[in-house]
């Protein structure tokens, strides 16, 4: 019973720091688009690194892609949706799995808006990264 009980506690940590780190996700695109302009021309950069670190961890993710003529990427895990932007439900394309590297090809062929400046690239991707960091060392306790 108490191995039960044990397995039971760890799986609901899991959920809250899950839950916690698509709360501070948001909240770090958020910050992100304000210093660095990630949302015009950066989002599919940033969606490629949010989907690599979500395949790392095993977390399933699907990516949406939003519009037609102005178009946006963000991640969706479960019913999250991380860096959605302006953009609602009625925009949504396509919410289908895709992988990291094919987000990045994306990313590599395709025309964006200049506003984003690539050399803002290592910074944003550490910026993820140490984020997800935090989660798996909160993750290990």
């Not at 989907?51 to 019913?79: L, M, S």
């Not at 609602?88 to 987000?103: A, G, R, T, W």
């Not at 062929?109 to 909160?138: A, C, G, M, Q």
């Amino acid at each position: 019973m108490e191995k039960y009980c044990y397995t039971i506690y760890k799986k609901l940590k899991d959920i809250m720091n899950r839950r916690k780190l698509f709360k501070d996700l948001n909240e770090l695109c958020k910050n992100l688009d304000i210093d660095y302009n990630i949302n015009s021309g950066g989002c599919c950069f940033v969606a490629a690194v949010l989907a690599e670190q979500f395949e790392n961890y095993n977390i399933p993710f699907t990516v949406i892609h939003y519009g037609w003529f102005r178009c946006h990427y963000a991640i969706r895990v479960k019913d999250r949706i991380i860096n959605r932007s302006d953009f609602s439900s009625k925009d949504i394309v396509y919410d289908e799995p895709m992988n990291s590297d094919c987000l990045y090809n994306i990313y590599e062929d395709e025309t964006w808006n200049t506003t984003y400046d690539v050399e803002d690239n290592s910074i944003v991707e550490s910026e993820i990264k140490s984020l997800f960091k935090k989660y798996e060392n909160r993750r290990s306790r």
